[in-house]
T-cell receptor
Framework: AQTVTQSQPEMSVQEAETVTLSCTYD???????LFWYKQPPSRQMILVIR??????QNATENRFSVNFQKAAKSFSLKISDSQLGDAAMYFC?????????FGSGTKLNVKP | DGGITQSPKYLFRKEGQNVTLSCEQN?????MYWYRQDPGQGLRLIYY???????QKGDIAEGYSVSREKKESFPLTVTSAQKNPTAFYLC????????????FGDGTRLSIL
């Protein structure tokens, strides 16, 4: 079975500071893909970052980077220089066998 | 611009009534998906389709039905058998190739009158 767990229902960060969102997953496959999606109050799902499991190098997209630990099945998202516009729900997702498996989400609050 | 269009944005259903949520894409994607999102929860897969005239049940298919007669369209019917249909519904599609990210519509909010 494929599962994705986000153990932090809600987090807060001060503007311009750095925050890390946690995600662990379970799969018996060696070839899979991992994603972080952002869902602002508008409820539109926006891709933040994508990681291929066979690549050891951690993916980065501007202020967003991941710490991918394949052996530990961990895929955390680091947001640097947090901005007010980063406030949203963040979902971790696993892709395998034509299906996506989503975690329950972490609500990120950004304090001015 | 290419994208996924879901309609209507808000939908109300009476008890015992079937309703259909529309999902249209002009991205030329083969794979399409329907998700349900409840407050404070993640996305749960209802149905997905990899190709026209073929679809598979997801984790919570009971009380729902779909069709895929055209590549561009993947409508979801919420039947009267779905006892708790109030939720936010998201449609998504995926480009060809392994592990491509999903593109999402703006969603439909379904409520019971």
């Amino acid at each position: 079975a494929q599962t994705v767990t986000q153990s932090q229902p809600e987090m807060s960060v001060q503007e311009a500071e750095t925050v890390t969102l946690s995600c662990t997953y379970d799969t018996s496959e060696s070839d899979y893909y991992l994603f972080w999606y952002k869902q602002p109050p508008s409820r539109q799902m926006i891709l933040v970052i994508r990681q291929e499991a066979y690549k050891q190098q951690n993916a980065t997209e501007n202020r967003f980077s991941v710490n991918f630990q394949k052996a530990a099945k961990s895929f955390s998202l680091k947001i640097s220089d947090s901005q007010l516009g980063d406030a949203a729900m963040y979902f971790c997702a696993l892709y395998n066998f034509n299906k996506f498996y989503f975690g329950s989400g972490t609500k990120l609050n950004v304090k001015p | 611009d290419g994208g996924i269009t879901q309609s209507p944005k808000y939908l109300f259903r009476k008890e015992g009534q079937n309703v259909t949520l529309s999902c249209e894409q002009n991205l030329n994607h083969d794979a399409m998906y329907w998700y349900r999102q409840d407050p404070g929860q993640g996305l749960r897969l209802i149905y997905y389709s990899q190709i026209v005239n073929d679809f598979q049940k997801g984790d919570i298919a009971e009380g729902y039905s779909v069709s895929r007669e055209k590549k561009e369209s993947f409508p979801l019917t919420v039947t009267s058998a779905q006892k708790n249909p109030t939720a936010f519904y998201l449609c998504a599609s995926t480009p060809p190739g392994p592990g491509q990210p999903q593109h999402f519509g703006d969603g439909t909010r379904l409520s019971i009158l």
